[in-house]
T-cell receptor, first 112, second 112 residues
Framework: AQSVTQLGSHVSVSEGALVLLRCNYS??????LFWYVQYPNQGLQLLLK??????LVKGINGFEAEFKKSETSFHLTKPSAHMSDAAEYFC??????????FGTGTRLQVFP | DGGITQSPKYLFRKEGQNVTLSCEQN?????MYWYRQDPGQGLRLIYY???????QKGDIAEGYSVSREKKESFPLTVTSAQKNPTAFYLC???????????FGPGTRLLVL
């Protein structure tokens, strides 16, 4: 069965620093992988999606993620953090039965 | 609103009371989902529906009920059997076979 592990429930960075949020998955078949962002008291917004086309996926707001099969990872990065990036980020994997399995989330804090 | 609305934004439940959360979508998507979100636990699937008049239990269906009488509507009832209903509830929609889910703004349920 598919599963997702997000390492680090909280990540803090300074404004302008690199953002790295970690996600590892387990899947018996090549997966579809997702990153979502959630701002306080709001729903989840899709950042980006991997569907086996290109291993480096670019998303909204300057984020990107790289699919590494050998490491079963799909880490999310952004070269330069902005105050507005402070939010909770969720990694998810598809079970190919039209359901998503979500990680427990990583809260990103950005300090000035 | 991303094609999916939830109401109300905040809902209060008294002891022994059933309450119903509304979820409506206007993009003719086949599948709809209900999730419960608690701090530090990510999203847990309550119920989902892939076709009108049919729905399946998710991981935490006990104490909840749903209906899908129309394609655009998927209301969730939190029954008095749910002993710990305080949470943030999220509804989502997707096209079958595409896997990507799009979320509504959420309803926060509080117990008086």
């Amino acid at each position: 069965a598919q599963s997702v592990t997000q390492l680090g429930s909280h990540v803090s960075v300074s404004e302008g620093a690199l953002v790295l949020l970690r996600c590892n998955y387990s899947s018996s078949v090549p997966p579809y992988l997702f990153w979502y962002v959630q701002y306080p008291n709001q729903g989840l917004q899709l950042l980006l999606k991997y569907t086996s086309a290109a291993t480096l996926v670019k998303g909204i707001n300057g984020f990107e993620a790289e699919f590494k099969k050998s490491e079963t990872s799909f880490h999310l990065t952004k070269p330069s953090a902005h105050m507005s990036d402070a939010a909770e980020y969720f990694c998810a994997v598809s079970d190919f039965a039209d359901k998503l399995i979500f990680g427990t989330g990583t809260r990103l804090q950005v300090f000035p | 609103d991303g094609g999916i609305t939830q109401s109300p934004k905040y809902l209060f439940r008294k002891e022994g009371q059933n309450v119903t959360l509304s979820c409506e979508q206007n993009l003719n998507h086949d599948a709809m989902y209900w999730y419960r979100q608690d701090p530090g636990q990510g999203l847990r699937l309550i119920y989902y529906s892939q076709i009108v008049n049919d729905f399946q239990k998710g991981d935490i269906a006990e104490g909840y009920s749903v209906s899908r009488e129309k394609k655009e509507s998927f209301p969730l009832t939190v029954t008095s059997a749910q002993k710990n209903p305080t949470a943030f509830y999220l509804c989502a929609r997707s096209l079958l076979g595409v896997e990507t889910q799009y979320f509504g703004p959420g309803t926060r349920l509080l117990v008086l």
